[in-house]
């Protein structure tokens, strides 16, 4: 048996539940906390009140490390999630489930428990403070969602062994969400195979899906790189493509699969928001795009780790004069990333109008597509899509690169574009949408899962 994996806020109920459940399926429960008591010799409150959080964490540490791999069921500190390094212990090979439940509820449970507080705030206003900052550390944790608010230990246990047996989503709903497709779109192959996977009687039910959605989307590098990253770190994950030109009927059908999370490129990045239930991230409200979505208890939530992708290779850059081609949803993580550097920013676009409203929007200059000579910038970044197939020109000309030149093409597919080509050819620093992929990538699989792979590792799969 997999190992089950209970998360969630303190008074969700883990203990009583997974005692329960250890037993429905005759196999040990193992609470974190009572093992870091049994071991320390002290209780929680105390190691809190005399040592503080970080021993305390330590400690924590130290227990999920000697936890079996299998045949348990374990229970977790509400904090547990903050982690990388306890979330990629405590998922390698788990099903792991969070226990939800209201604020209200919540306060009614912990107003019983000996265990500190917090923080300083009244107790309802610590319990909403710290589970809106761990929220989307919850959701990364969660591969199924309970919620305990009027459940019994026995009734969540109940849910939790159906959610092992029989999945979250009936076949029957799987496959008539196959449906809305486009019979003859460029992923049908691949998403007739998801539909197999999704249908076939001997599937097994506690994988969870994720995908990339585009139109189209068949040059991402995306579902070489997850899968590869579910083999490394055992998670029961399958990545695929979700390629129809509908956004609207991608989300439909991911969520009617109970999908874990997708990747969004283009040219959904901006028409997405509209489809999700909340935007979690500034940064995504900012830029007015999303790139990652994140499926937990029902809700869609939306991030944009594009802008991370374009600022951390440029960390260190010394240059502040840039010159950024394009005004779409990329564009705008990357206006929302060197503004967020402190350079100065002149857009040109082909339609003037988008590239003064994008400035606009991050008090940037702007000017028309032709009006790039004469700039001699410190940096240029492409963010169109001129140099991937099928429109495989370079979006300067050779004559307008200078070798003082940074040249930031965000297209990775091919790894050396045109631009990239021409820009080495003048003797320009050069730096290749693979860099963007890399830092994007691994940011989303934080979001999806809550581990932090080493970028590394990244660069030896795309190797």
Known sequence: MRRVVLFGYRGTGKTAIGTVLSRRLGVPFLDTDALIEQKSGRTIPDIFKNDGEERFRALEREAIAGLPTHDVVVGTGGGVVMDPENMERLRRDSVCVLLAAD???????LAKSPRPPLTSLPP??????????RRWQYAAAADFCVDTSTTSPDEAAGRILSLLKEGTVPPQVQEAAFRWFVADAPGATELHRLESLLTDPDRDVQTRFLGIAGYPCSHSKSPLLFNRLFERYHLNCHYTRFEDPSVATILQVARDID???????IPFKRAVMAYLDEIDDDA???IGAVNTVVFSCGAAHGWNTDWLGIQKPLTGFSGTRAVLLGAGGVAAAAAYALTNLDMEVTILNRTPEKARTLAEQFGCRWRAWNGFDGMNPDLVVNATSLGMQPDTRSPLRDDQLKKEMTVFDLVYTPPVTPLIAAARKAGCTTITGTEVFIYQARE???LFFGIDVPETVIREILA
């Open 103 to 109: 604020p209200a509820t919540i306060g009614r449970r």
């Open 124 to 133: 309802d206003e610590e319990i909403a403070q710290v589970m809106s900052r």
């Open 259 to 265: 999908a874990k999370g997708l990747s969004v490129t």
């Open 284 to 286: 995504a409200q900012q």
């Open 444 to 446: 989303q699989f934080r």
